[in-house]
């Protein structure tokens, strides 16, 4: 069973940077077969899709509220994804989930099918 570990949540000023970590811990999983995501969900609100990445060529798509300020990554020899975040907000405060899905099926831009999920990094942003 694939099991995804998030690391590197945190407290931090406005302006300030954070990066998550996202493990796959089995050995055999496919991540060449995968996409694999960044979710936030913050208090009252519905899990959104941040930023995801296809593992096999390394595109990646961002949510608007992001763009030029977040970065998401992978390091294949890791099997570990990354979100590097700067100019943090306060809105940007939530528990930050990784995901991940066969990239078959879905578009990138798509935030259906994520079948396989982190257990949540709590990311505050004070002002």
């Known amino acids: 069973q694939v099991q995804l570990v998030e690391s590197g949540g945190g407290s931090v000023q406005a302006g300030g940077s954070l990066r998550l970590s996202c493990a796959a811990s089995?050995?055999?999983?496919?991540?060449?077969?995968?996409?694999m995501g960044w979710f936030r969900q913050a208090p009252g609100k519905e899990r959104d899709l941040v930023a995801a990445?296809?593992?096999?060529?390394?595109?990646?798509t961002y949510a608007d509220s992001v763009k030029g300020r977040f970065t998401i990554s992978r390091d294949n020899a890791k099997n570990t994804m990354y979100l590097q975040m700067n100019s943090l907000k306060p809105e940007d405060t939530a528990v930050y989930y990784c995901?991940?899905?066969?990239?078959?099926?879905?578009?990138?831009?798509?935030?259906?099918?994520?079948?396989?999920w982190g257990q949540g990094t709590q990311v505050t942003v004070s002002s």
């Open positions: 990445i296809r593992w096999s060529d390394g595109r990646t």
């Open positions: 995901g991940a899905r066969p990239a078959s099926v879905y578009a990138l831009t798509d935030d259906r099918g994520y079948a396989y």
């Open positions: 089995e050995r055999t999983f496919r991540t060449y077969t995968m996409d």
